[in-house]
C-alpha cells in the first residue's frame, strides 16, 4: 500500500483526492514517505492543514450525523435544499449528497473552490458549487433553503454580522442554519490561536494580529478578521425577526486547571521564543492583552464557582468553539 492509499483508506477519501491535497500542500513530497506517520513528522508545520483537508468527509459525516439526532437537519434529503457556505474541500456537501439531499456550496478561495469540485466529482456525487463572495450583493437571494451550514467561516468574512443576516435571509420558513466558529474569550485560542497556533494571536485586534502574524510566518497573506465572544454572536443573531436562536452544547471534558498550567507555560516559551522574533511594541501589546484578559478570566472564574455555575464558564472561555443554530420560525 503506497502513500496516497494509506491516506485515503484512513480518512475515507478518494485516492485521486489524497493526490489533489498533496499537489496544493506539498508538491515537493516524494516516493520516500510511504505512511501517513512518516509524512507528518517531515512537515510538522503543515500538519494542521493537511489533517484538516484530509479528513473533510469524516468532518462532513460527523457533522450530518449531529445535526440529525439534535433534530436541526432530517435523515434523509428527500429533495430538500442545502447549501453550505465556504464549503472548502467539499466534505460536507459529499455527507449531505451521500443522504439525497440538493447540494449547493459557495467557496471564495479559487484553489480551495477547484478542490471541492474535483472531490466531489471524484465521489459521483450531484452538487453544484459556485465560485464566488458569500458577501456580494448578487449571490444567492432567494429564501429557498432548508438546511445552511457555516464552519469555520465566519472569522473570516469582512462583515460577520451581514454574514449571518444573510445565511437567516436565505432560510425557507422552518429552514435551519448551523454556525460554528471561534470562541475569542477561550483561553485555549489565546494561548494558541487556532489557525497558526500562535499565543496571543487572538489577544489582539486585527491589525495587530496581522503584523505579528506576518512577522512570525513570513507569509504577506493573514486571512482572518476580527473574532467576537459568543454574546456578540446571540445578540446579532436575536435581532433577526422571527428567528429562534439555540446555542449546541457538546458533551466535552473541561478542566480550568490544566487550561491555566498549559497557558502559562506557553506563555514562558513564547517570551523565550516568539517573543525574540517580532518587533518590541508587539511584544507589549501582546503582555498587556494577555494580563487583561487573565484578569477578566479569574473574575469571571470567581463569579462562577461563587454561584454554582461553571458551565457558563466553560462554554465562555474554555470550550475553543462556539456552535449556534438560526431557526426561521416565520
Known sequence: MNLYESIAGWYDINVGFV?????????ECNGAISTLHELYAAYPEKRVQLEYAFST??????LRKSLVERGFAASLGEGRRYLDVGCAYGGFLTAFAEVGYLAHGIEYDDHLASLCMRHIELSNLKASILHADFLADSVVE?????????????????????CIRKLYGLLKPGGVAYIETVNKNSLKNNTADIHFQFFGLNLL????AEQMYKQLS???????SEFYPIEWYLNVAGNLDGAS??????QGEFDYRVDLLA???KFVNWEDVDGKSINKFLV???????SRYMRCYFSALEKSQLNNDMENFHRSFSDPIIRFVLRKVR
Open 205 to 208: 485586534e486585527n491589525c495587530r
Open 57 to 62: 468527509n469524516v468532518r462532513g459525516r460527523a
Open 263 to 265: 497557558a502559562f507555560a
Open 218 to 224: 513570513g507569509s504577506s497573506f493573514y486571512g482572518v
Open 142 to 162: 432567494e429564501p429557498i433553503f432548508d438546511l445552511i451550514t457555516c464552519n469555520d467561516v465566519i472569522e473570516h468574512v469582512s462583515d460577520p454580522g451581514r
Open 245 to 250: 436562536v439555540e446555542i449546541v452544547k457538546v
Open 284 to 290: 507589549d501589546s501582546v503582555k498587556i492583552e494577555f
Open 19 to 27: 493526490s489533489e491535497i498533496l499537489s496544493k500542500f506539498l508538491p
